[in-house]
């Protein structure tokens, strides 16, 4: 199955190449084999595993992944209360408690090319005579990633998701942080999703496995020349004010002569970067000999002017609302401020999980409020 940024192949118990999946961690080096003892006897609980090699998800390179109790791994570099969001690759999310039987084990192992993490006789907290579940994802350095199932007692679509989401899949979201002013040492976090894998959970049974195969994307390349002749499935232009690949965004009002770093908006940074890149290119690059390249600078220089003058008028809007807090264009813009816009608030008491981090950084962290929006 295509997926854009993935494509995913289900194997059945009965395709030998679901056996051939499933890593036998009793024969691996037991000096590389690791049983987490928090996670092995906790509820909801994460801890950070660092990796001896980069893995690619999503095209950005992770050297750290946080594998939590609830039969998921997050990929985010913020750490909080909602890590079943966003953010995850999940063999099969679910309500699972290790602390509810002595057989319980979290167990990962890093062999320098790839880590496999199982959840090894893992019960659900509440549903612990539906039986024991095996099951394992394993993340290789070319981006592949395995979910591989032993022992699965029941159908997926009857966990119950009433105390914790049910989720087979991958999932990735870029953060943006606002700095509140008025509140010393605070921000807020805004997490936008803008792509999942869902699996479909009927094939998921025992002695079955997914082999997800990441597809080429615009990060992959590193110099213009490889930009202009890729043959994907995304836009692809290479901005000389970055030194690095991006995608032409389609965010309105700004129409796609704007160019943003990737999908992650530079969240690597902390912060959204937006780069115009037009006539920067050299003259003999590959761009230059591409016919039609000059309407596309005209197009892109009325762009830029087209920006400009939403910007001028973006601030002339704000300068007469600030002095005429009264106006039918002021009270239009308080009721339609983001704070009303659609958003899920991570707040105690909403109804969703809440993980702890076991293994927390040891660094002082400032005070967060986390929002995370609509998939894109």
Not at 69 to 95: C, E, K, S
Request: hydrophobic share 40%; proline share 5%.
């Amino acid at each position: 199955m295509d997926h854009n940024y993935y494509t995913s192949k289900t194997y059945a118990p009965s395709d030998p190449m679901s056996k051939d999946l499933w890593v036998n961690i009793d024969l691996m080096e037991k000096d590389k084999v690791k049983i987490h003892g928090i996670l092995s006897n906790t509820h909801r609980q994460a801890a950070r595993v660092n990796l001896s090699f980069d893995f690619p998800f999503y095209g950005h390179l992770l050297r750290e992944i946080t594998v939590a109790t609830g039969g998921f791994i997050y990929t985010g570099d913020v750490v909080h209360r909602m890590l079943t969001a966003t953010q995850y690759i999940a063999p099969l999310m679910a309500n699972f408690d290790p602390s509810v039987s002595r057989n319980s084990t979290v167990i990962y192992f890093d062999n320098g090319t790839a880590l496999v993490v199982q959840w090894d006789h893992v019960h659900l907290q509440d549903n612990y005579n539906l039986g024991s579940f095996t099951f394992q994802a394993t993340l290789h350095n070319t981006g592949r990633i395995i979910f591989a199932y032993k022992e699965i007692p029941t159908e997926i679509s009857q966990i119950s998701f009433v105390n914790h989401p049910v989720k087979v899949g991958l999932s990735d979201a870029f953060v943006v942080v606002h700095k509140i002013q008025q509140i010393p040492n605070v921000r807020r976090r805004t997490i936008y999703e803008y792509h999942r894998v869902e699996l479909t959970k009927t094939r998921i049974t025992n002695s079955t496995a997914v082999e997800i195969t990441p597809l080429p994307t615009c990060l992959q390349f590193t110099s213009c020349s490889d930009c202009i002749s890729s043959q994907i499935n995304f836009n692809c232009s290479w901005c000389h004010r970055l030194n690095r690949l991006v995608s032409i965004s389609s965010l309105p009002f700004i129409f796609s002569f704007i160019y943003t770093l990737g999908h992650k908006y530079c969240a690597e940074h902390d912060r959204i970067v937006l780069c115009v890149c037009f006539s920067a290119m050299p003259a003999d690059s590959a761009v230059n000999r591409v016919p039609g390249t000059h309407f596309l600078h005209t197009g892109l220089i009325l762009g830029i002017l087209l920006v400009m003058l939403v910007m001028i008028a973006g601030v002339l809007i704000t300068v007469y609302v600030y002095h005429h807090p009264t106006s039918a264009a002021s009270l239009f813009l308080i009721e339609r401020r983001p704070s009303r816009w659609p958003a899920m608030k991570f707040r105690r008491g909403s109804g969703h999980p809440a993980y702890a981090e076991v293994e927390p950084v040891g660094q002082e962290k400032e005070k967060e409020v986390f929002i995370v929006s609509e998939q894109c």
